[in-house]
């Protein structure tokens, strides 16, 4: 073999070996197949799943509020009481997979009054409509949430801000679809406080970018390597609230394969 046969073999190799990747690790036009995990596991892959609606209630205006009018979701009110509730997207997965890490992440977006204090994070108990939900018909019943994750106290605007771990929760949805009712988050402490936080209709929310959108971040080990193949779209509620606002596909959630920690331009928060 000659001298310059072997040059354009070895210049066709490494040109072939880029081909089908952006440098930001997003699928780019063409098949896209993600980079091979080694080893015998357990594989991990960090998901990154959008809110699919939210809403809030309120002791000070208990009858139904029209669902989420504006750009922000809350928790507190100087009048009262206030509730956020949000639902995510959850992907259904290979039976073996474990959630080994999951935190809600919300973009606190303005001021607060004082928001000086935490959130309280709970389970929704039931299904609810984010175009009907109110005060006296919400899945939760009023009063103190049991003691659980949290959400951390203001500290400044604007960045993300993040739940403790509540990977329990994350396996809960994971393993159970139909038991997905979704979050609450109330302040326990204190009813004089307004802690604002971006909505899913955030203006930052498009199609194809999920945005400053309320998220649920996970960290999911499985016995062999997930693919686009073996990662089946989760469902959406009928009352979710991205079919109204996109006339087409709308991003769900994104992935990241064979990486060994999570990735650094997801910026997570963590209490």
């Not at 802690?195 to 400053?212: E, I, N, V, W």
């Amino acid at each position: 073999m000659t001298r310059k046969l072997l040059s354009i073999l070895v210049f066709l190799t490494i040109a072939l070996s880029f081909t089908g990747y952006g440098c930001n690790g997003r699928q780019v036009p063409g098949p896209w197949i993600p980079p091979p995990q080694q080893g015998n596991g357990p594989f991990v892959t960090y998901f990154w799943c959008t809110a699919v609606k939210d809403a809030y209630v309120s002791s000070s205006l208990p009858y139904n509020l029209g669902g989420l009018s504006w750009d922000n979701v809350g928790s507190g009110d100087p009048n009262g009481m206030q509730r956020t509730y949000v639902q995510f997207y959850m992907p259904l997965l290979p039976a073996t997979a474990q959630v080994t890490e999951a935190y809600i992440n919300m973009y606190e977006n303005s001021r607060q009054y004082p928001g000086m204090v935490s959130i309280d994070v709970a389970l929704a108990n039931d299904t609810w409509d984010p175009a009907t939900i109110s005060w006296i018909d919400q899945p939760n019943p009023p009063g103190p949430l049991a003691a659980g994750p949290t959400i951390g106290p203001y500290t400044d605007i604007p960045r993300w801000r993040g739940t403790s771990d509540i990977s329990g929760y994350g396996q809960a949805h994971l393993d159970n679809p139909a038991g997905n009712f979704g979050f609450v988050l109330v302040v326990n402490s204190q009813q004089s406080i307004v802690r604002s936080f971006a909505s899913l209709d955030h203006a930052t929310r498009t199609a194809a970018d999920m945005g400053q959108a309320p998220r649920l971040m996970l960290r999911v080990e499985t016995d062999a390597p997930l693919t686009q193949a073996n990662i089946i779209p989760g469902g959406l509620p009928l009352d979710n609230e991205l079919g109204g606002r996109f006339n087409g596909p709308f991003t769900v959630s994104e992935q990241r394969f064979g990486l060994s920690a999570w990735p650094s331009e997801w910026d997570l928060a963590i209490n």
